[in-house]
């Protein structure tokens, strides 16, 4: 028994020798190590046992190497297990402690032993194994999960111990960390598990793993970031972490570091804070910003649906509210842009309004209202009250860069008093003009007038009714008054059209037609082109009574009215102008109106004659009728200023006949008196003339003759039964007198012929006359 353990000693001094005999260098410090003393069966142990006994044989830690002749296998060196099952966790404060890494499987280590190579292995290059251990030469397994690598470089070098004069001297070195294993979940784009590298210069971060899930969403509420980190024999650690912080002033202390198997839960926020949105979506935290995302459009936009767009278009720009308007073609003039919904989906807990005011950001450049979309975001724009929408705020709506595009034409329906009333496509500005002082690019009220021929003489346009269809809403009904426009100068009535709307213009009634009006309407710019032709009638006390097809002007007639206008006078003077008998008092026009009744209009020219109203000269409109009535009584004192009115002829032609000095046809003046005429044919024939009387034959408009005796009185004025008023077409017969007939009978004496041919050729004229018109005579 002596001789082997004398034996024993030999063998453990010659391998604590060997080095030294074959490298000097490394002999002469091993040399310096003191030599370990044999161990006495039942001793006490001279050196700490390990931290990780071997679990088989109470054996020395540091066993002797085998003998030859018998095979002892390596005893593992092992950290104690970790107990089985985690207590609760318990919440920390923050910041948390950062601690120093442990080490687990997969990690790179290195192991280099002074002088003694060989004792590490390979290069002295190790990796944990899944079990958590590596195998090293003499000391055989060694678990290093959990274990940090000063506390592996404390366990290697007891371990090495027996071995080594020096064991200080070995040194452990992390090479590389194994990949972690993280879970992510709450308020990012792609929760789940994450594996991810890491290098001694460059640990994961929180940063970092929610970057690699897609970014935090903007319902994230990144100040109440939860990590949850496991510990061996203790509960697990539970960490609220800041990183508002790091985004704001780059305070990259919440940023900490990850350790394998830690948990990340992102709440989601309870209230919402524009500003910090912003920032939020345009953080590196918020993901790749090219990814496509799906978000949802309805109410108000011209083509409502779910679309797939990117965070960042190709200008740079982000997606906003306001670029999701614009890519559902823009919100039409109905929208509410101030009561504008956001409805967020957050990935726990209920859906979120955010009410959103674009009406902030028009106005008052608040870019803040508009927002930063996300996944899922639901965007809602509402239908505007018709009264909240003043002109200056639609001016300002249309001309937004979320509008809908004016560009694109418009289909309208336009109905009542209008020349052609019907659906009509517009193009912008009404078909591309801006007549109207519409804005360039908007189709307003006026310009659909003018597409449908203009408004009639019948129009009421202080109670125009524009029927609005919103995408989202009841039917609206949008009352517009263009008298306000003409009269007052006020633009706001010329409203902002859109698609579909629809434009009732009512027919005025008869006790709020006024012709004075009526002037100024047909000379809008929305009125019925005047340039026209119009077929209208002329009956009654006219000279040539009938149906008409007059242009601009009246046919280019000269006298009263307004100049390119058809007015009653310039329609009246186209059917000959009025006779003596005419009632120029109650002249009446009957004008077709198109809601299928007659509209009768009383006009006054004897005030157009006295004052110079014009507002009795009313302007004409396709198939009107003038009613000229024969007048009960006549005052001879006004025919002068009738007859140089311009609806009187500007002459008549009487045919005076008999003993005057100059018969024949004669042109006279409108009105002129029957003493005028005789006058005017150079008087009577004195030595022949019956001078007391003569005989007016007179055509009447209902196609009889009359033929009446007048007596001539130079000496008075204008008067019915001595001295009445001519009309076109009068015949005057002066007879001869008593001597004269009787002279004509018995001729000269001896001259036979003369006597006869005078009767003869009496009744020959007379019986001319009756077969120029046709009829019998009555008196």
């Keep these: 028994m002596r001789i082997a353990r004398i034996a024993l000693s030999a063998w453990i001094a010659l391998i604590v020798s060997l080095p030294a005999m074959l490298y000097p260098q490394r002999g002469a410090i091993a040399q310096q ?6 161990t006495e069966p039942n001793a006490a142990q001279t050196n700490p046992a390990p931290t990780n006994p071997a679990p088989t044989n109470p054996a020395p830690t540091n066993p ?66 899944v079990d958590g251990t590596i195998n090293m030469a003499l000391i055989g397994t060694v678990r290093v999960e959990g274990l940090t690598i000063s506390q592996l470089t404390g366990l290697l070098q007891q371990a090495y111990r027996p071995y080594l004069q020096r064991p200080e001297l070995l040194t452990v070195k992390l090479l590389a960390k194994r990949p972690l294993q993280i879970g992510i979940a709450g308020e990012v784009r792609r929760p789940g598990s994450y594996t991810m590298g890491g290098t001694e210069s460059g640990p994961a971060t929180i940063a970092q793993v929610i970057q690699l899930a897609g970014g935090i969403t903007q319902s994230a509420d990144i100040r109440q970031i939860q990590l949850r980190r496991r510990q061996l024999g203790r509960p697990d650690q539970l960490t609220t972490l800041d990183l508002a912080g790091l985004i704001q002033l780059g305070d990259l202390s919440q940023d900490i570091s990850l350790r394998d198997g830690d948990t990340i839960f992102i709440p989601t ?52 509210i306001s670029r999701a308007l614009q890519t559902a073609g823009g919100v039409s003039l109905s929208a509410d842009i101030g009561s504008i919904q956001l409805i967020r989906r957050p990935r726990a807990g209920a859906p979120q309004s955010i009410s959103v005011n674009l009406w902030e950001m028009v106005e008052r450049g608040d870019l803040l209202q508009d927002l930063i979309l996300q996944e899922g975001d639901t965007i809602v724009v509402p239908t505007a009250a018709p009264e909240t929408m003043t002109e200056a705020r639609l001016v300002k709506l249309a001309t937004s860069n979320f509008a809908a595009d004016t560009s694109q034409p418009l289909k309208i329906a336009i109905v009542g008093e209008v020349t052609r009333p019907g659906t009509y496509t517009v193009g912008a500005g009404g ?21 449908a021929g203009g408004v009639t003489q019948s129009a009421d346009i202080g109670n125009i009714q524009v029927i609005r269809r919103p995408r989202a809403g009841a039917e609206q009904t949008v009352s517009v008054n263009l008298w306000d426009m003409v009269e007052r100068g006020n633009l706001t009535q010329d409203i902002i059209l859109q698609q579909g709307d629809t434009i009732v213009v009512p027919t005025v009634s008869a006790e709020n037609f006024d012709p004075a009006r009526s002037i100024q309407l047909a000379t809008t710019n929305f009125a019925a082109d005047t340039s026209q032709s119009l077929n209208i009638a002329v009956v009654g006390e006219v000279n040539r009574p009938g149906t ?21 006078t310039r329609a009246i003077q186209t059917a000959g102008g009025i006779t003596p008998l005419a009632d ?32 009795n000269d009313i302007i004409l409109q396709q198939g009107d009728t003038i009613v000229v009535p024969t007048a009960t009584s006549i005052d001879l004192a006004e025919a002068p200023q009738v007859a140089l009115a311009s609806f009187s002829p500007g002459a008549i032609r009487v045919n005076i006949v008999g003993e005057v000095l100059s018969p024949g046809t004669l042109e006279l003046p409108p009105n002129t008196s029957l003493n ?29 003759v009359s033929q009446e005796v007048v007596p001539v009185d130079f000496s008075q004025g204008l008067d019915e039964q001595t001295n009445p008023t001519l009309r076109n077409g009068d015949v005057i017969v002066v007879g001869r ?6 002279r004509d009978t018995l001729g000269e004496i001896g001259g036979t012929i003369g006597a006869v041919t005078n009767p003869v050729l009496s009744v020959f004229g007379f019986l001319n006359f009756f077969q120029m018109f046709g009829g019998s005579s009555s008196n």
Aim: glycine share 14%; charged share 15%.
């Design 33 to 38: 190590m003191p030599s370990p003393k044999p």
């Design 64 to 129: 002797a190497p085998p003998n030859p002749t018998q095979t002892n296998p390596p005893r593992t060196v092992s950290s104690p297990p970790p107990p089985q099952g985690f207590p609760p966790a318990a919440r920390v404060s923050p910041p948390p402690v950062e601690t120093a890494y442990t080490l687990g499987p997969g990690d790179a280590i290195q192991v280099d032993i002074f002088n003694v190579p060989e004792y590490s292995g390979s290069n002295g290059q190790y990796e944990v194994l």
């Design 269 to 320: 926020a309870t209230t919402f804070n524009p500003f910090e949105a912003s920032q939020l979506a345009s953080a590196t935290l918020s993901g790749e910003a090219t990814a496509p995302i799906n978000i949802v459009v309805v109410g108000e936009v011209s083509r409502p649906g779910s679309y797939t767009v990117t965070r960042v278009d190709g200008t740079g720009g982000t997606l906003t």
């Design 431 to 451: 078909g591309g003009g801006d007549a109207g002082g519409g804005l360039i690019g908007l189709t307003r009220l006026t310009l659909a007038l003018q597409t």
């Design 548 to 568: 008409y097809t007059v242009g601009a002007g009246g046919g280019g007639g000269t006298g009263g009215g307004i100049i390119g206008l058809t007015t009653v």
């Design 584 to 615: 120029i008092r109650q002249i009446e026009v009957r004008r077709q109106r198109k809601d299928g009744t007659q509209q009768l209009i009383a006009l006054d020219l004897w005030q157009l004659l006295e004052t110079g109203a014009l507002t």
């Design 676 to 704: 005028q005429a005789l006058l005017a044919a150079g008087g009577f024939n004195n030595s022949r003339a019956r001078k007391d009387d003569v005989e007016l034959i007179r055509l009447n408009p209902n196609g009889t």
């Design 737 to 742: 007198s008593g001597l004269a007939k009787t």
